[in-house]
């Protein structure tokens, strides 16, 4: 059984590819830790959706559970597939934009 939020996800299997859903036209998160430490969220983008160029002043790894992103770091365009990971360095201006329909596990470290 998967479990949701609400239910507490700690100590059971998961699915993450299942805990979020697409929705046409938009991009869709969902935080599953927030920490002072950092944050770990899902993200589901509609095909040709995107995060426009901004920084953020922590590392963080972009991890490609499904579909195809193009990543921009420093103007620097990384392609990334299912099962595909990159590092935005912190305070590196980036941007993603789905080539296809995609999910992505955002970790971000703060300490």
């Known amino acids: 059984m998967v479990r949701t939020k609400k239910d507490n996800l700690f100590a059971v299997a998961s699915n993450l590819s299942g805990l979020i859903d697409y929705q046409e036209d938009s991009v869709v998160s969902r935080t599953l830790i927030d920490k002072k430490a950092g944050t770990v969220t899902l993200f589901a983008f509609d095909e040709k959706q995107g995060l426009s160029e901004h920084t ?28 595909e990971m990159t590092i935005m360095p912190a305070n590196h201006p980036h941007a993603l934009t789905a080539k296809t329909r995609f999910k992505m596990l955002l970790v971000m470290i703060k300490s």
């Open 56 to 83: 953020a002043p922590y590392d963080a790894i972009v991890n490609v559970l499904e579909g195809e992103v193009e990543v921009k770091i420093s103007g620097k365009p990384i392609g990334l597939k299912q099962g």
